[in-house]
T-cell receptor
Framework: DAKTTQPNSMESNEEEPVHLPCNHSTISGTDYIHWYRQLPSQGPEYVIH???SNVNNRMASLAIAEDRKSSTLILHRATLRDAAVYYC??????????????FGKGTHLIIQP | ETGVTQSPTHLIKTRGQQVTLRCSSQ?????VSWYQQALGQGPQFIFQYYREEENGRGNFPPRFSGLQFPNYSSELNVNALELDDSALYLC??????????????FGPGTRLLVL
């Protein structure tokens, strides 16, 4: 899987939007962009994924740059429960799941009340 | 719908011993992946099982082995435990689909401490 770069940590205030960036300049045309998060003392949790177009679900939105070299996970209204480590992961389209998810260090999101 | 469950939650072993960790997949999922997460690090892929066969492996030695059963539950076995094997072991289940859109659902993990 291609490499991703994320900030080590970010801080935001409760009830405000949060934009978590991810750079993936070596992305191939068939890589999906996945986001997972890991709350303290829990296993990772799927958040959202996309290929080319922006995506929305009940948890978050994913904005993908036109050249696909970067993406942003958007939490529209952060709560204290969103404090977690957020991982941006690329998955090769033709590779299926046999190589597993490649987690980096992720972004540690801190939410201030 | 039952989520992914793992047992035991915590385990203490001594160096050189063997350990077996267990995972029950989410209903309807046919694929199980195992990960090792050291303190302060992201999870590292160990291997994946699909229809009872190992179909992918990360950079882990052969003393890490696994099984998947007809009901898609799974075991992770680690022989000759070393101190560095102390970690959180995560199981994730998924429905194998073509392409990179597969979503994995993780269990809460088993915390292994090797003394």
């Amino acid at each position: 899987d291609a490499k991703t770069t994320q900030p080590n940590s970010m801080e935001s205030n409760e009830e405000e939007p949060v934009h978590l960036p991810c750079n993936h300049s070596t992305i191939s045309g068939t890589d999906y962009i996945h986001w997972y998060r890991q709350l303290p003392s829990q296993g990772p949790e799927y958040v959202i994924h996309g290929l080319t177009s922006n995506v929305n679900n009940r948890m978050a939105s994913l904005a993908i740059a036109e050249d696909r070299k970067s993406s942003t996970l958007i939490l529209h209204r952060a709560t204290l429960r969103d404090a977690a480590v957020y991982y941006c992961i690329l998955r090769l389209y033709s590779g299926g799941g046999a190589d597993g998810l490649t987690f980096g260090k992720g972004t540690h999101l801190i939410i201030q009340p | 719908e039952t989520g992914v469950t793992q047992s035991p939650t915590h385990l203490i072993k001594t160096r050189g011993q063997q350990v077996t960790l267990r995972c029950s997949s989410q209903s309807g999922h046919n694929t199980v992946s195992w990960y090792q997460q050291a303190l302060g690090q992201g999870p590292q892929f160990i291997f994946q099982y699909y229809r009872e066969e190992e179909n992918g492996r990360g950079n882990f030695p052969p003393r890490f082995s696994g099984l998947q059963f007809p009901n898609y539950s799974s075991e992770l076995n680690v022989n000759a435990l070393e101190l560095d094997d102390s970690a959180l072991y995560l199981c994730a289940s998924s429905l194998e689909v073509a392409g990179g859109s597969e979503t994995q659902y993780f269990g809460p993990g088993t915390r292994l401490l090797v003394l």
